[in-house]
């Protein structure tokens, strides 16, 4: 069965063997190599593989890595990773990616903190984002700009979500905040689009 996911790569190969061979890959210290076995994971699991061999390799090796490639093929793979049981209840091991998440939402990297923004916006699982709400929210008013664009995207994705007036009660009135003060003009656009998507009377009148 294909998963979903925001890339659709198509690959033919998905035997044992290949399993072992990026297991092995992912535990060394090459970049470069971790890079090529997260392609190969990635695609196998598009591709109807589960691969619940690698989980815990990807937890203690690739989780750390500060490579952005490495970093970036990591939340594809948490993408399309299944979350929840056959009951639709979190797996308990989502606690460890919960943490990680976190971590990098406090990165001192830019880039780590903004692709982790927006891949919370593609993000369905209540119960992994709520314990993430400070750190999003600590974001709006961040020095970078690109941080705060993805920070305010992210911030509409959960708003959005059917529990999401729940996670985030003054979304739309924090929104309207930053849109009073932001002075970069793309951050600015993420938040009229919010107050336009979710809340049109604040719209209207920031307008």
């Known amino acids: 069965m294909e998963k979903t996911c925001s890339l659709l790569v198509h690959f033919d190969k998905g035997t044992p063997a290949l399993a072992n061979e990026i297991k092995e890959a992912l535990e060394g210290n090459d970049d470069v190599a971790k890079v090529d076995a997260m392609k190969k994971a990635v695609m196998l699991l598009l591709n109807g593989e589960t ?27 948490l993408e399309i990773i299944d979350k929840t049981d056959s009951k639709g209840k979190i797996l308990p091991e989502m606690i460890l990616i919960c943490q990680n998440l ?28 709520e314990p993430l709400i400070p750190s999003i929210l600590a974001n709006l008013e961040h020095r970078h700009p690109f941080i705060r664009r993805n920070a305010i995207l992210a911030v509409m994705a959960i708003y959005k979500l059917p529990q999401g007036e729940q996670l985030l009660v003054d979304a739309p009135e924090m929104i309207e905040k930053v849109l009073s003060t932001e002075a970069d003009q793309s951050a600015k656009r993420n938040a009229f689009l919010m107050l336009f998507t979710c809340a049109q009377d604040r719209a209207v009148i920031t307008f």
């Open 51 to 77: 691969l619940p061999q690698l989980f815990i390799t990807i937890v203690r090796y690739v989780l750390p890595s500060e490579d952005h490639t490495v970093q970036k093929l990591l939340l594809l793979y």
């Open 102 to 129: 976190r971590n990098n939402l406090q990165h001192p990297n830019e880039y780590i903190r903004g692709v982790t923004l927006r891949f919370l916006c593609r993000l369905n699982e209540a119960e992994i984002i």
